[in-house]
């Protein structure tokens, strides 16, 4: 009597008659861009936002007078700067083609043109965060003064460097601003002084924090050869601060500054979406931001022996 050698159905086998849980597509470049939240939005007109200052504010005079002093008050009046800075916007654009087939055919579970707009417009935005860091315009590395600029004390930050960096921007610092591996290099020289940063919760998250002031990091500020830097910003125009800009009312509004248009659909089927982010960012006066320049951020230290 013969046998029949009979298999059991394979995981690959079944796997093609079975439905799965199908995710939306993942970018891993997406961060969660705190700065931009941090940053106080406003609006432009016209596209250009001019920056209107004192000229020397030491030559406004005024005087504390004696009780029933009869001596002549001071004259005086306040002067403006000739020439103010203008700042014009800039657009992070780009033009998004889809197949009218593949967006008929392969919308289910998910919204093939939806899912794509999602991830180029989380693209976008990711650049709008690089652009206010490092553009060579109005980025806010470009807008550190001289005077507002310092440089660690050993190479490592450590909390003298950050309290020297606090000197600078003292009236109602915000936050600092800083890549994930310097305020790494923060907290280990600190740890060993014996100071360990306490934190903060922001957004759902937890940062840490030097004087009440939380670091807030941001990949998008440049390393090279093993430095980096932290930047300390006052925001907001009621404290003479930073302020990011954007341009309101635009045609395909989808967020302040952020317009997606329909463009058509060609002779090859292929529907088309411009889409653009209009920004810039202005330091309101030079007390507003800093910078700690050079800063390492490999620096490690051995561990006690009772650690190896």
């Known amino acids: 009597m013969s046998s029949v050698n009979l298999s059991t159905l394979g995981d690959n086998a079944a796997r093609q008659l079975a439905n799965a849980t199908k995710t939306a597509p993942q970018l891993e470049t997406i961060s969660p861009r705190w700065l931009t939240h941090l940053l106080q939005w406003t609006p432009v007109e016209a596209g250009i936002y001019r920056l209107n200052k004192v000229k020397n ?135 060993r002084r014996g100071t360990p940063p306490p934190t903060v919760s922001l957004f759902g998250s937890q940062f840490i924090t030097w004087r009440g002031i939380p670091l807030i990091p941001s990949n998008k500020v440049p390393v090279a050869d093993g430095k980096s830097k932290i930047l300390l910003l006052r925001v907001g125009d009621k404290r003479q601060g930073v302020v990011g800009l954007f341009q309101p009312g635009l045609p395909g509004e989808q967020a302040p500054g952020l317009s997606v248009r329909f463009m058509g659909i060609n002779d090859q089927a292929i529907a088309s979406y411009l889409i653009s982010l209009y920004c810039s960012l202005a330091v309101l006066t030079t007390d507003a931001l800093a910078v700690l320049d050079d800063v390492e951020i490999g620096k490690y230290h051995d561990y006690p022996d009772t650690y190896k």
């Not at 800039?90 to 593949?102: C, F, G, K, Q, W």
């Not at 392969?106 to 709008?128: G, V």
């Open 57 to 191: 504010a030491e030559s406004i005079k005024v005087t504390c007078t004696a009780r029933q002093s009869e001596n002549q008050l001071p004259r005086t009046f306040v002067d403006y700067e000739e020439q103010p800075r203008e700042y014009f916007l800039n657009a992070v654009s780009t033009i998004l083609d889809v197949h009218t087939r593949i967006s008929d055919l392969y919308s289910s579970p998910h919204d093939q043109i939806k899912e794509q707009l999602r991830l180029t417009i989380e693209t976008i935005k990711e650049n709008q965060e690089s652009e206010l860091i490092n553009n060579p315009d109005y980025g806010l590395l470009a807008q550190v003064t001289d005077e507002q600029r310092i440089f660690p004390l050993t190479g490592a930050p450590t909390p003298d460097d950050l309290d020297e960096l606090l000197t600078k921007v003292w009236k109602e610092p915000a936050f600092f601003l800083a890549h994930p591996l310097a305020i790494a290099a923060f907290g280990r020289e600190a740890t």
